[in-house]
């Protein structure tokens, strides 16, 4: 119907979860979403079977875009990214958890986006919420590093660029398990079924951030 407003669709989906033997259980998710023309477009949210929530945010057009909110299996905020049309685009931050996992614990890192790229000062602190380390970049390229050791002994320069460098790793390949929580668990928007219900699972290696 011409107009009509989008439905919201719960689907049912997975993901590996390794298991001490080193097999592979799949863990369902509940995936609820709104369509258009095939492709995710609207509200979105990802929980457990329970109700928890992992992941909050929006798709335009099947791109992932607006505020993108991450809770951990237990419960506790660990992130959240600002995307525009799949871009980075706003400052991401991070949080630490406490031992049981069940709340934050301070935060982790602050770092502003542009198109994609670092741009601006990324900020980052310890576990017991002393400064850790403050770079800065210009469109993706770092400029400038400062770090200090959890004490607060500043690190010599040589050291806070290559920790520099370390950090930009680890961060990229989390923001990437991040994004594929959300991207590779979506809202089935071409149904077999009336239900609106389809068991999904994500790609061998796809695992959710605990």
């Given at each position: 119907m011409v107009g009509a407003a989008p439905r919201l669709k719960p689907t049912l989906v997975g993901c590996a979860l390794t298991l001490a033997a080193g097999q592979a259980l799949a863990q369902p998710y509940v995936a609820v979403g709104q369509c258009r023309s095939g492709v995710p477009n609207g509200a979105y949210e990802l929980r457990m079977p329970d109700g928890r929530l992992r992941v909050v945010g929006a798709f335009a057009h099947g791109r992932m875009t607006g505020t993108f909110i991450f809770w951990n299996a237990a419960g506790a905020r660990i992130a959240v990214l600002p995307l525009d049309y799949d871009a980075r685009a706003g400052t991401i931050a991070l949080w630490?958890?406490?031992?049981?996992?069940?709340?934050?614990?301070?935060?982790?890192?602050?770092?502003p986006y542009?198109?994609?790229?670092?741009?601006?000062?990324?900020?980052?602190?310890?576990?017991?919420?002393?400064?850790?380390?403050?770079?800065?970049?210009?469109?993706?390229?770092?400029?400038?590093?400062?770090?200090?050791?959890?004490?607060?002994?500043?690190?010599?320069?040589?050291?806070?660029?290559?920790?520099?460098?370390r950090d930009a790793a680890a961060d990229e390949t989390f923001y990437a398990s991040l994004l594929a929580t959300g991207g590779e668990n979506l809202p089935a928007c071409d149904l077999d079924g009336p239900t609106g219900e389809t068991p999904r699972s994500c790609p061998p290696g796809i695992m959710p951030p605990s």
């Open positions: 630490y958890t406490a031992p049981d996992g069940r709340k934050e614990a301070g935060h982790k890192l602050e770092a542009i198109d994609d790229r670092p741009h601006g000062v990324k900020r980052s602190w310890h576990p017991n919420g002393a400064p850790r380390a403050e770079y800065r970049y210009e469109h993706g390229m770092l400029s400038a590093a400062r770090a200090w050791s959890e004490a607060g002994t500043p690190l010599p320069d040589a050291e806070a660029e290559s920790l520099a460098a």
